[in-house]
């Protein structure tokens, strides 16, 4: 019988879109993916990890000590660290935690069949696979779809990251950038499209910088998109440095490609984005977004931004809020500064705001964002809006969610008032938004 894995996946969508390779590298290799921990009792539980902030570690190290309990019922139970964290601390984590039997890096998966056989034939044994390569891009190796609802899934455009943002570990952690031969990523897309995918969304940590000879992200996009106008296309995440207006025009011209930009802010003050190392000013953004509203006058805007960098005065403060007044985003992802060792800011800055003061200067970002979703969701109440039916509300049975273009989830009866067919996941309907939350939009089929 062959043995079997258990993937546990923390951090961001690259690292989700990484299980799914890991997995196909490991069937590949003969072992059986479990879809839960218990009652299936894995041989192996592989926790990818994140290591963007202190808190993301200090959770994955507390689920590291709780498998412990399991590994004394179940001893052959074997644990391996993958992703960002394995790649920042490499044998320091397992000196730390003597119940990990190896660490593999983001770039180093191929070598997972290879690494579980050695800790299997040496009892008590601790391996680190942690080399970063510049070619990698897993191109060849189809995804097995972990996460997925059969609907909706990631594609892996590139890899790594240079920008070198001052407190970002990524680089350190997921090496140098490099693009994926294009011809790999439109038939991966294709090949999900006729499974009955309707969503694929394409990831890099800066998908404007992707490059290929004769194909940057504009002609990505646009042949991606040219699949079929059933296929909805999304990507993330975007640097404001690199948005082009040939990337707006593209999307202008295909509907499919949806009506949702993550751009990355950071801060709402010139001084901290220099500080930071972002390579833009508050006005270079602001021209980008006005250039969005420009080619896309229904795109969504969301962002991430960090309170208390090194520095960070209550005037640069009051300008991130300023911004956020100025962009008014329907969404954002909203961060505390966290030091991270071998930075640039942690060579070179102090992490100098006390922590109270970081936690207040979030909580005014975050009060002040509710209301501007609140208040920017208010004005879609009328509106009708085509959504990609996703399945049953968390909340309720009765109900259906879905996202429509602008990523807004939707959550709606399974059957129109005035009677019909009911929806079913993985075909589109139109909905109708009777009321809402700062969250979400309720509504009605049409
Ligand atoms: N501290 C806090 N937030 C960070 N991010 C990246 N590094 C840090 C850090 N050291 C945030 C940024 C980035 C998002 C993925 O995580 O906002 O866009
Ligand atoms: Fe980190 Fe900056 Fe790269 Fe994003 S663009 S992953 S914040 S270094």
């Not at 019922?73 to 992703?83: A, D, E, P, V």
């Not at 208040?375 to 879609?380: A, H, S």
């Not at 049953?392 to 109900?399: F, L, Y």
Request: with cysteine; proline share 4%.
């Amino acid at each position: 019988m062959s043995e079997k894995i258990y993937i546990e996946t923390y951090g961001c969508q690259m690292n989700f879109a990484d299980s799914e390779v890991v997995g196909a590298i490991l069937e590949g290799a003969g072992y059986t993916l479990c879809a839960s921990l218990e009652p299936e009792t894995p041989d192996f539980v592989l926790i990818n990890t994140c290591a963007i902030r202190d808190n993301a570690e200090q959770r994955i190290r507390h689920r590291v000590r709780e498998l412990r309990a399991m590994q004394g019922r179940h001893k052959n139970l074997r644990i391996g660290i993958l992703g960002c964290m394995a790649e920042r601390l490499q044998n320091r984590l397992m000196a730390e935690e003597d119940n990990v039997s190896f660490v593999c890096g983001p770039d180093a998966y191929r070598r997972l069949p290879d690494l579980l056989q050695q800790v299997r034939s040496e009892a008590g044994s601790q391996r680190a696979e942690v080399e970063l390569s510049t070619t990698e891009t897993y191109a060849d190796i189809e995804p097995v779809r972990l996460a997925s609802n059969g609907i909706s899934a990631y594609i892996s455009i590139m890899r790594g990251c240079q920008n070198y943002c001052a407190y970002c570990v990524v680089p350190y952690t997921r090496g140098r950038e490099r693009s994926r031969d294009p011809q790999t990523i439109v038939d991966e897309a294709r090949t999900l499209f006729n499974r009955g995918y309707r969503e694929v969304t394409l990831l890099g940590q800066n998908v404007n910088s992707y490059s290929w000879p004769d194909t940057g992200f504009p002609e990505l996009m646009d042949r991606v998109a040219s699949i079929d106008p059933a296929l909805r296309v999304r990507f993330a995440t975007s640097h404001p440095k690199d948005l082009s207006d040939e990337l707006l025009q593209v999307m202008a011209a295909h509907p499919n490609i949806c009506r949702c930009i993550h751009l990355p802010v950071q801060s709402g003050s010139n001084r901290m984005l220099k500080l930071m190392n972002r390579k833009y000013t508050v006005e270079w953004y602001l021209d980008r977004v006005d250039a969005i509203r420009r080619y896309l006058p229904d795109c969504s805007i969301t962002t991430d931004v960090i309170a208390g960098f090194s520095t960070e005065t209550e005037e640069d403060h009051l300008a991130t809020l300023d911004l956020f007044r100025r962009v008014r985003y329907d969404y954002a992802y909203m961060f505390k500064y966290s030091l991270r060792e071998g930075t640039y800011a942690s060579r070179h800055m102090a992490d100098d705001i006390p922590d109270e003061e970081k936690t207040r200067r979030l909580n005014e970002i975050i009060t002040l964002q509710g209301q501007i979703a609140l208040e920017n969701n208010r004005t879609e109440i009328g509106r009708e809006y085509e959504v990609l039916v996703e399945g049953e509300s968390h909340r309720s049975k009765e109900r259906l969610f879905g996202r429509n273009s602008q990523n807004k989830v939707l959550v709606f009866d399974r059957i129109p008032a005035a009677g019909g067919p009911e929806a079913q996941p993985g075909t589109y309907r139109t909905v109708r938004v009777t009321d809402c939350t700062a969250a979400t939009l309720l509504g009605e089929l049409v």
